[in-house]
């Protein structure tokens, strides 16, 4: 049995690979499990996902007061349930006992809102059932949000290890002690910093094009499509500041990303038919979306 669980999750890192090499349309990367078709990180939505055209899900993971690794996104649980405390705060047990469903709506025609999971609670899962709870080929993005890094790195990393996940999962966070810490774990596979990518791109924008600093082979870099940005203008006398919408991502730069071998560029927001238009022809290997329902529409019109 041991053997059959390690050769499905080989099989779920391989088929990531084939699929990407064999498909001409970015994947679709469910955001936070597809939180525009359901009560966001919680099984039955990866579930649904699944169901109508994602091809890998994104989870966002952090960790409880005793150590647990559990799907949830805010820092305080009441943004999405009907108690109150932070993540790392409540024992596992109170996490779980949550509905992350209870502040979820849905609109009819006239704009009318209903909470649909106040009557049909769904929980908030451990990253351990969630990983259980999807087929071993399916591939797994997990955004780790919360500090100290060294307390989420090793709980993440020791029910990634016991449920032998390694090969199926790609690690992100915003923040770089957290990515460089598990990029230490022998077996761990992380995307290169926001950090890194943003100014790469930054520097592909202000020099025509040019590409100074391809990513190293096999990186998988992650930003948005597009992005609202300030600039801050220094002058003689003062500053400017302007409010803008950066199209980072160009056919230079990303010719820049692919230039080396295996790297893969998954943008972020993408939720319309023009934004993913807009991927598909720029050769983007996987697109993040709130809604795979939707998405898979998308996809197919686009064909």
């Given at each position: 049995m041991?053997?059959?669980?390690l050769?499905?999750?080989?099989?779920?890192a391989?088929?990531?690979?084939?699929?990407?090499?064999?498909?001409?349309?970015?994947?679709?990367?469910?955001?936070?499990g597809?939180?525009?078709?359901?009560?966001?990180?919680?099984?039955?939505?990866?579930?649904?996902?699944?169901?109508?055209?994602?091809?890998?899900?994104?989870?966002?993971?952090?960790?409880?007061?005793?150590?647990?690794?559990?799907?949830?996104?805010?820092?305080?649980?009441?943004?999405?349930t009907?108690?109150?405390g932070?993540?790392?705060?409540?024992?596992?047990?109170?996490?779980?006992?949550?509905?992350?469903?209870?502040?979820?709506?849905?609109?009819?025609?006239?704009?009318?809102?209903?909470?649909?999971y106040?009557q049909?609670?769904?929980?908030?899962?451990?990253?351990?059932d969630?990983?259980?709870?999807?087929?071993?080929?399916?591939?797994?993005?997990?955004?780790?949000?919360?500090?100290?890094?060294?307390?989420?790195?090793?709980?993440?990393?020791?029910?990634?290890?016991?449920?032998?996940?390694?090969?199926?999962?790609?690690?992100?966070?915003?923040?770089?002690?957290?990515?460089?810490?598990?990029?230490?774990?022998?077996?761990?596979?992380?995307?290169?910093?926001?950090?890194?990518?943003?100014?790469?791109?930054?520097?592909i924008?202000l020099?025509?094009?040019?590409?100074?600093?391809?990513?190293?082979?096999?990186?998988w870099?992650?930003?948005?499509?597009?992005r609202?940005?300030?600039?801050v203008?220094?002058?003689?006398?003062?500053?400017?500041?302007?409010?803008?919408?950066?199209?980072?991502?160009?056919?230079?730069?990303?010719?820049?990303?692919?230039?080396?071998?295996?790297?893969?560029?998954?943008?972020?927001?993408?939720?319309?038919?023009?934004?993913?238009?807009?991927?598909?022809?720029?050769?983007?290997?996987?697109?993040m979306?709130?809604?795979?329902?939707?998405?898979?529409?998308?996809?197919?019109?686009?064909?």
């Open positions: 041991k053997m059959n669980t050769m499905l999750h080989a099989v779920g391989a088929l990531l690979s084939v699929t990407l090499a064999a498909s001409a349309d970015p994947l679709i990367a469910a955001h936070r597809g939180t525009g078709d359901g009560p966001e990180n919680t099984i039955p939505t990866l579930q649904n996902s699944l169901k109508h055209g994602a091809d890998i899900l994104w989870m966002t993971v952090q960790v409880s007061s005793d150590g647990v690794p559990v799907l949830y996104r805010p820092a305080d649980v009441s943004a999405l009907d108690a109150k932070l993540v790392n705060t409540l024992s596992a047990a109170q996490l779980t006992a949550l509905n992350a469903g209870y502040a979820y709506s849905v609109s009819d025609a006239a704009g009318n809102k209903s909470y649909p106040r049909h609670p769904v929980m908030i899962p451990t990253l351990r969630a990983l259980r709870a999807v087929p071993a080929s399916t591939p797994i993005m997990i955004d780790m949000k919360q500090l100290p890094a060294e307390a989420l790195v090793a709980a993440v990393a020791k029910v990634i290890d016991e449920e032998n996940a390694w090969q199926r999962v790609r690690f992100y966070s915003t923040d770089a002690n957290v990515l460089a810490l598990m990029a230490a774990q022998p077996k761990a596979q992380v995307f290169e910093s926001r950090d890194a990518t943003r100014d790469r791109l930054a520097r924008a020099n025509g094009g040019a590409c100074e600093a391809a990513p190293a082979a096999g990186t870099s992650g930003i948005e499509l597009e609202k940005v300030t600039v203008e220094k002058f003689t006398l003062g500053e400017g500041v302007s409010e803008v919408v950066a199209h980072w991502w160009t056919p230079d730069a990303m010719k820049c990303f692919k230039r080396n071998p295996g790297t893969k560029v998954m943008v972020f927001g993408v939720d319309s038919p023009a934004a993913y238009r807009a991927a598909q022809q720029l050769g983007v290997d996987v697109v979306t709130d809604s795979p329902m939707k998405m898979k529409g998308m996809r197919e019109s686009a064909k």
